[in-house]
Structure formats: structure tokens, C-alpha cells
């Protein structure tokens, strides 16, 4: 690791393939950030496992996943992509670290709160603990900027808190992470509920686009989204929420400005013509992605060297600071036998 740069850590679940909203909220800065920085960026089938996967189909999602951050721009000789479940020390830190976290803190977690409506006394455990595995996670690498979502905001809050409690308990040990998150596109909504967030575990395949998506699938998807009926085209998050999640599609698949963008697509007219520059605005930047994947997974050699390098790589930056906390908190030494 360069001691001058600092650390960024992500991680990203193989809970289904990954949306639009994931590649505007998170991956886009993962490629933006892997320059200037010290990159951890984890597939973290751990946490897809808080609700019930087909095993297969996870491990296939997880190479897929990481073949997918590879054509989004991830470079595996600059950031290390690994898998979750091939660094023990995620698992081990995160035990600790469950005997420095209050349940109030973990009961109060919107997503837990939401994720385990309506069935209070059959919600796994491991999705109340799913905060501190991501806590586990990030402090491992003595992480500094932790880009994600505005819906992991408060898991990051957490993880401050954790990292800061156990400092204080001992002495320095982890480092307190920042938080980053994009000032476009935090929250991209669903395209038929513009009230909810798109998810990649969704139900109905018309709420998301996939980065994978088929052109026709990505037209018809974006022709039905759900705007409203003033047939104006303007940014207003909070009375025109279809519309304005349109603008901010539009606005990083282009790269332009909001502003600009409502410039480009209000002169169009109705939403019929707004809806089909966006759709081609979506398909035009999804295009080379679509085809470095293509490519990529058919290599099944090289996937399978990316991700043993790189958990080889993750795995000895964080058992060094497993090491530390197992000494802090008091772990005895494991003696080595006399020749
Ligand atoms: N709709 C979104 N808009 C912006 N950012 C988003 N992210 C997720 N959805 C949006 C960000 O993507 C990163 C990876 O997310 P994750 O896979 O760890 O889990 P998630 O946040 O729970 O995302 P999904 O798609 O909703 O997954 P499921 O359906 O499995 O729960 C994170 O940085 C997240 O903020």
C-alpha cells in the first residue's frame, strides 16, 4: 500500500444486477476516485446473504459483478476488487465490533426497519447486524472517503460512532471515514414510483434499469416512467419527482449540467420526445460498458486472477489491522510451539 495516498473503501452487494442507481450513486465514483486514491472496492456477498439468495445464482451475480465494475472502468491493477467472503478478517473484525454496538443504534437503521416489516419475529439477525459488517468492512482499511448512496448515510454515521467508541475505549486504532456523497444523482427513484428508491432486489423489472439492460428494454422502460400530467419540463424534486429523476439520468449519462440538461430537454416539447432523448441519452452511455462486459465475461481465467490477486492484496492490509484490535482487546497471542 503507498503511504501517501489516502484510502477509499465500497462495497457493492451481488444482491441482483446492478442498476442505473447504482452506477449514478456509487460506481461511477468508484472509477472517478481510483486515480488519486488508495482503492478498496469489495463485492460483499456477506451482506447479499441477509436475505435469502439461490446459491448459484449468487456466485454467478458475484463474478458477474465483479466482470461488470471492470467495463464500468474499475482497473484491478489500481484498486483492489475482491469478493467479500475471501477476507476472513470482514467476519472476524465484525464479531468484535458486535460487542461495541448498542442495539438501539441497530434497531433504529431505516433500511432494517424496512427490510423487516410486517415479519418483526422471523427478520434474521444478520440483517440487524448488517451495519456493523459494513463497519467491520470499512475500518479494516484504515479507510479515509467511503463514496456511496444517500441511503447508506446512516450506516456510515455508525460506522463513525463504532470507529470513535473503540478508539476511545483503547487507543487509536481505526481511522474516522468520511463520507462521500455525489451532489447529483445521491438518490436515484425508481422509474414507475418515483416516491421510492430504484433497487436492484426489486420485484417488478419495470422500477429499474439495469447497466446491462437491452436497448428496446431501456426505451420501453423509460417511456412508461411514471412524470406527471402539467407536461413542463423543469427540475423540482419534491412536485415533479418523475420528471426531475429524468433530469438527473439525463444529466449524468450526458455529463452535463442540471441546468443545461433542462435547457437541452425542455426546447423538445412533451414528454413523449423528452423521454426518448433520455432513453438514447442512457443507451448511448451504457453502450461501451455493455460491450467491455461482453468481452470480459468469457475470460473466466481472468476474472479468476482478479479476484485471487485482490484478495490476496485486501487480505493482508486487513489482518493487519485485525492483528491490532485482537491485541487491544485482549486475544492472547497464539504461542508458537518450541522446535
Ligand atoms: N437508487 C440509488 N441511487 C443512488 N445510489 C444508489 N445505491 C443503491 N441504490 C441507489 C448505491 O449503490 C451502492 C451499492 O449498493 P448496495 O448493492 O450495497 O446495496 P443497496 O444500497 O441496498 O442497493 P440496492 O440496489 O437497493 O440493492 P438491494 O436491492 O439488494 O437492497 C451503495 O453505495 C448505494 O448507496
Redesign the pocket.
Known sequence: MEDNKKVVF????P??S??I??Y????RNYVALQEEYECFYSV?DM??IT?RQNPAELRQATRNLIALLIACGLDPDKSTLYVQSHVPAHAELCWILNCFTYMGELSRMI?FKEKSKGNENSVVVGLLDYPVLQVADILLYQTDLV??????KQHLEITRDVAIRFNNAFSPTFKVPEILIPEV?????SINDPTK??????DDPNSYILILDKPEDIKRKIKRAVTDSDNEIYFDEENKPGVSNLITIYSVMTGKTIDESVKDLSALGGYGAFKENVADAVIAALEPVQKRYNDLISDKGYIDSVMYNNAMKASYVANKTLSKVKRKVGFADLPRPKA
Open positions: 465500497s462495497g457493492i452487494q444482491s441482483g446492478p442498476t442507481g447504482n449514478i450513486g456509487a460506481i460483499v451482506h447479499a436475505v433500511q463514496p456511496i448512496g444517500a441511503d447508506q444523482g445521491a438518490r436515484i427513484m428508491k430504484m433497487s436492484k432486489s426489486s
